[in-house]
């Protein structure tokens, strides 16, 4: 078996990978309407006065008048992350159901990742090394 036939699986493997992460990530999405736009700040930003919900799902007075708000922004072309960065300055970073990245919040999320990655390469060397073997 050649060596190009021998890692022909593993790319292949990783190319579908990288584009699932790729259409995941929505990089490749139109772009929003404004409606669409407001929805999705709506989703990120915990209701004022709820424990577990966000702003698009509570129908508390506190909710409303932030979708009102965030509806007018929208509307007046705000970018998506000033609009956040003034939630976060009135209400603190507690307000978004989403952590902002950085700090322990990117360390939480990139062990289970590097344990999952050093997990894949030592069971790939196992396989090749049994295959050598035989």
Do not use: F, K
Not at 34 to 48: D, G, H, Q, W
């Amino acid at each position: 078996m050649t060596a190009a036939r021998r890692l022909a699986g593993p790319l292949v493997l990783a190319a579908v990978l990288a584009v699932a992460l790729l259409v995941g990530s929505g990089v490749l999405d139109a772009p929003h309407s404004a409606a669409a736009r407001a929805a999705s700040i709506e989703r990120e930003v915990r209701c004022p006065s709820c424990l577990d919900l966000s702003v698009a799902q509570s129908n508390a007075p506190s909710s409303v008048a932030l979708r009102h708000e965030i509806a007018a922004e929208v509307a007046r072309g705000e970018p998506t992350q000033r609009i956040l960065d003034g939630i976060v300055a009135r209400y603190g970073t507690d307000a978004l159901l989403v952590p902002p990245a950085g700090g322990l919040t990117t360390v939480l999320w990139a062990v289970p990742v590097a344990i999952a990655a050093a997990a894949a390469v030592a069971g790939g060397s196992v396989v090749l090394r049994r295959r050598r073997a035989t």
